[in-house]
């Protein structure tokens, strides 16, 4: 009787010891750049989980040109990325899922800045309760991919929402992929990095494509914890000074410098006259003048340990004459970004008067004028700071917000 209970008891120490086995062999096997593999669950809604090893993100120097990013690689939205080219015939196109829905659409509008990321559109899709229309007439759906195309596609982006309360119409609000970016968080730690490649590394983790970028050379040394990717962006670029934009078209990813871009809106009345330059004929024009902003002094400061240290200050003397003494006080980090640097990008950015000019022209379909590009008005540059487009009776309207270009 005891023997056979011993034997038993040994049976079920080997069924334990073999399964541990397996369990270790499973984790060693699976264990990818310090993640799991997915486990997927096969019900209809499938979740993945994805295990990390123990990450801890702090200043502590260890080898240099390093992206410390323990995540398995992402798409932010393959569909909208991997969509097949659409045919274009220069007449304004809507598609919403590849199907036209141009003649049942009304009140088209999208509009875009350098304040944000985004490209958003918004439009009416006609409906009707006659059951006979239902498969004749698409209705649109939220996660719909929308484009918008002339004789080029102007727009690619996803249906993030509708109001369907209306009886005669839906109103439908998208977005193209920046809006991920803004919505998405992530973690990152970048030690002694170029600011090219650390834009390159962020990125390639979210499948994201880029067709412009600059030659960022200034090293990135920075924890990122629970950052939006549209702000680790925009910190990054700030960090390499001047000014710096970024957006979509339609599907890839640009970077430039503000100035490299050049739009020049044209408008054309009818085919037997020539096409025309359209700020030359702007209407409902605004233009003011403020100092209310303005620093025209820079003061670097750090703080360790509750010591305070002034480091430097950086002013503009002929502005200091002019308008007053105005100061800002700016606190930096000397170990992780030069005082001098930080200074002269402060009083770039501060020292000047702040300056608003807006007026709305008429714009061809086949134009698409964006913000943080450059246009001209009378002999002087600009950079369009946001643009808010319409179609209304076969007319492409453009609202701009501009600024003088530094």
């Known amino acids: 009787m005891v023997g056979a209970v011993k034997e038993k008891l ?3 120490k080997d069924a334990f010891r073999n399964a541990f086995s397996n369990a270790v062999n499973f984790i060693k096997t699976s ?19 994805y295990m990390y090893s123990e990450n801890t993100y702090s200043d502590a120097e260890k080898e240099s040109t390093v992206v410390w990013n323990n995540r398995v690689r992402e798409n932010i939205h393959s569909a909208v990325q991997n969509a097949a080219a659409i045919p274009t ?14 003649k049942i659409t009304g009140n088209l509008s999208w509009k875009n800045s350098i304040y944000e990321l985004s490209t958003t559109m918004s439009f009416d899709v006609a409906k009707s309760d006659a059951a006979y ?24 982006g996803v249906i993030i929402k509708v109001d369907d309360g209306d009886k ?9 992929l920046g809006w991920y970016l803004n919505k998405t968080s992530q973690t990152y730690q970048f030690k002694d990095i170029t600011a090219a490649d ?40 700030d960090k390499c000074g001047g000014d710096y934009n970024y957006d979509f078209v339609p599907e890839v990813l640009r970077i430039y410098k503000m100035g490299d871009l050049v739009a020049c809106p044209e408008f054309q009345i009818a085919s037997n006259i020539p096409q025309e330059y359209s700020p030359n004929y702007r209407r409902n024009v605004s233009h003011s003048l403020s100092v209310e902003e303005m620093k ?29 003494f105005l100061q800002k006080i700016v606190k930096i980090d000397p170990e992780k970004e030069s005082a001098e640097a930080a200074a002269e990008r402060e009083l770039a950015e501060n020292a000047k008067e702040s300056e608003t000019y807006s007026f709305e022209i ?24 946001s643009t808010d487009h319409r179609v209304t009776d076969g007319w492409h309207f453009d609202k701009l917000e501009l600024r003088k270009l530094s």
Request: proline content about 2%; some cysteine.
């Open 362 to 385: 008429i714009e061809k379909y086949a134009g698409y004028t964006r913000a943080g590009e450059v246009i001209t008005v009378d002999d002087v540059l600009y950079v369009i700071m």
């Open 31 to 49: 264990y990818n750049e310090g993640a799991l593999k997915p486990v997927v669950d096969t019900t209809e809604n499938q979740t993945e989980t």
């Open 10 to 12: 040994s049976g079920i």
């Open 89 to 102: 015939s220069g007449e304004l196109v809507v598609y919403a899922n590849g199907e036209d829905i141009t």
């Open 133 to 156: 229309l239902t498969d004749l007439i698409y209705t649109p759906k939220v996660g719909d991919i929308v484009r918008l195309v002339t004789n080029v596609e102007i727009f690619r």
């Open 296 to 324: 025209n002094s820079i003061k670097i400061t750090s703080e360790k340990d509750s010591v305070y240290t002034e480091i430097m200050v950086k002013q503009n003397r002929e502005l200091i004459d002019r308008y007053g």
């Open 198 to 237: 650390a834009i390159k590394a962020l990125c390639d983790d979210l499948s994201i494509n880029i067709v412009m970028l600059p030659e960022l050379t200034t090293v990135i040394k920075q924890i990122y914890f629970d950052k939006t990717v549209s702000a680790i962006l925009t910190d990054i670029l």
């Open 168 to 176: 005669n119409c839906n109103k439908y609000s998208a977005a193209d």
